[in-house]
């Protein structure tokens, strides 16, 4: 079942007053962009973006100049795996994998080598061989059970997705291409949601935000 932002909203004013600063911060800040997005219904693309948002809330921090925000990312992720007991986020990746998280595996518009390889007029195929590797890594992961690495292919592809939307290459509304924006709300809706959860109950130092709040 998935857990609604009112449902998280009421578990964290029962617990924020325990909370690190930091923490409390992060989970209202993310909270508010859920609530939001959940007010969507009929804007897909608004939907994706606020949702993407409300993660971006809850694990945004300073990183070393190595680091891309992709490293970041897989590392808040690879965290929230350890912390999570009872095998919340390995079932609802499992329970999607025959619907959206499958389908978005399969779709090469979340690829980012097909990208590359349009710009660059590369008419190799190379991308071809990397994205039928790319799907054979997903599907031996979930055989292995490995939801570290099968969230790391899924928020690799969302953040393809992500890139389309935020940075202009896509059209709001467009009539194509709305299987990956479909796929992309139904993943965020069920992890996100499980993310601020997790986070709730492990109240450990997840790093200072970015964007402490100034008077």
Do not use: C
Request: aromatic fraction near 10%.
């Amino acid at each position: 079942m998935l857990i609604t932002a009112f449902a998280l909203k009421e578990r964290h004013r029962e617990i924020r007053d325990g909370q690190p600063d930091a923490l409390r911060l992060r989970i209202h800040r993310a909270l508010s962009w859920l609530t939001r997005s959940e007010q969507e219904a009929d804007d897909p693309d608004t939907r994706f973006i606020l949702q993407w948002i409300a993660l971006n809330a809850a694990y945004a921090r300073e990183f070393g100049r190595e680091e891309t925000e992709r490293d970041r990312a897989r590392g808040f992720v690879e965290t929230l795996v350890r912390l999570d007991a009872n095998k919340r986020l390995h079932q609802a990746l499992f329970q999607q994998f025959t619907g959206p998280i499958r389908t978005l595996i399969d779709n090469k518009f979340t690829f980012e080598p097909f990208w590359t390889a349009m710009r660059t007029h590369d008419s190799s195929g190379r991308w071809e061989e990397s994205f039928a590797n790319s799907k054979k890594a997903a599907f031996a992961a979930v055989m292995q059970g490995d939801t570290s690495k099968v969230l790391g292919i899924v928020f690799d592809r969302l953040y393809v997705l992500r890139n389309q939307l935020i940075h202009g290459g896509a059209t709001w509304n467009s009539q194509i291409n709305r299987a990956q924006v479909a796929d992309g709300i139904a993943i965020l809706g069920t992890l996100v949601p499980l993310v601020l959860a997790i986070m709730m109950e492990h109240p450990q130092d997840y790093g200072d935000v970015l964007y402490p709040v100034v008077g």
